[in-house]
């Protein structure tokens, strides 16, 4: 592949609005996977291990996730509905943004209003994305990783290195099998896991008025509750 990934961590805690966001769907995402999965117990139900896992990568703190399990313990039957769009924003940027709500009429004219605000509007996008099982951590053993993970049948797309992290991209209906090799060789802490729609062609933009406003796009759409992802094809 060859792609630059941009881990987005960091990022997610620019604003306190993008914060108390995240942390609002770290609550609905890890509430519906202790439900929809019968437990709440991550050892046993693998949606909401993978759910910890990834919003752990994010700095969402324990508490969180305790509030959101004992909530899912009790006799709240909430019902959080997914949702993706699509969108052209300046400059060529393409946008896949997904949803978790409990209206999804609400979600749809959010995400529209934020595109449209910034001279973007909705369009189909989805053919320069391909879903990927992306996992990133702190190693320095690349090569053995590789091998781990062929030997255990996972249908790896790319494994990189720069300094002392390693990225893994595998065709996201290996995840879980990934995972399970990677825990066997004793990696346990993920900065990133989770299964995203990856660009496969980037774009830079050079003008300072047009990044501002894609910027101001993905700051918008992190800043609302109901979206869970937003994925893009710029480089910034």
Same mark, same amino acid.
């Given at each position: 592949?060859?792609?630059?990934?941009?881990?987005?961590?960091?990022?997610?805690?620019?604003?306190?609005?993008?914060?108390?966001?995240?942390?609002?769907?770290?609550?609905? %995402?890890?509430?519906?996977?202790?439900? =929809?999965?019968?437990? /709440? @117990?991550?050892?046993?139900?693998? &949606?909401? !291990? +993978?759910?910890?896992?990834?919003?752990?990568?994010?700095?969402?703190?324990?508490?969180?996730?305790?509030?959101?399990?004992?909530?899912?313990?009790?006799?709240?039957?909430?019902?959080?509905?997914?949702?993706?769009? %699509?969108?052209?924003?300046?400059?060529? =940027?393409?946008?896949? /943004? @997904?949803?978790?709500?409990?209206? &999804?009429? !609400? +979600?749809?004219?959010?995400?529209?209003?934020?595109?449209?605000?910034?001279?973007?509007?909705?369009?189909?996008?989805?053919?320069?994305?391909?879903?990927?099982?992306?996992?990133?951590?702190?190693?320095?053993?690349?090569?053995?990783?590789?091998?781990?993970?062929?030997?255990?049948?996972? @249908?790896?797309?790319?494994?990189?290195?720069?300094?002392?992290?390693?990225?893994?991209?595998?065709?996201?209906?290996?995840?879980?099998?990934?995972?399970?090799?990677?825990?066997?060789?004793?990696?346990?802490?993920?900065?990133?896991?989770?299964?995203?729609?990856?660009?496969?062609?980037?774009?830079?933009?050079?003008?300072?008025?047009?990044?501002?406003?894609?910027?101001?796009?993905?700051?918008?759409?992190?800043?609302?509750?109901?979206?869970?992802?937003?994925?893009?094809?710029?480089?910034?």
């Amino acid at each position: 592949m060859g792609r630059h990934h941009e881990v987005r961590a960091a990022a997610m805690a620019k604003t306190g609005k993008i914060k108390s966001a995240l942390y609002a769907r770290a609550s609905r %995402e890890v509430y519906m996977a202790a439900k =929809s999965g019968g437990s /709440i @117990d991550p050892n046993s139900n693998l &949606a909401l !291990r +993978a759910a910890m896992e990834k919003f752990r990568g994010k700095s969402v703190p324990r508490d969180v996730f305790d509030r959101a399990l004992k909530k899912a313990a009790g006799s709240d039957a909430e019902v959080y509905l997914p949702g993706r769009y %699509e969108a052209i924003g300046p400059g060529n =940027s393409m946008f896949v /943004i @997904d949803t978790l709500t409990d209206n &999804a009429n !609400r +979600a749809l004219v959010e995400v529209r209003t934020i595109v449209v605000r910034k001279g973007g509007h909705m369009g189909n996008v989805m053919f320069n994305f391909t879903e990927t099982g992306v996992f990133v951590f702190k190693g320095q053993n690349r090569d053995e990783v590789e091998e781990a993970l062929i030997l255990g049948d996972v @249908d790896v797309r790319e494994v990189n290195q720069e300094d002392d992290v390693v990225v893994v991209y595998v065709n996201p209906s290996d995840f879980s099998k990934a995972r399970d090799v990677l825990n066997g060789l004793g990696i346990s802490e993920f900065d990133e896991a989770e299964i995203e729609m990856l660009p496969n062609d980037t774009v830079d933009v050079d003008d300072d008025e047009t990044k501002q406003k894609i910027n101001d796009i993905i700051d918008g759409l992190n800043e609302l509750e109901d979206v869970s992802n937003v994925f893009h094809n710029v480089n910034l």
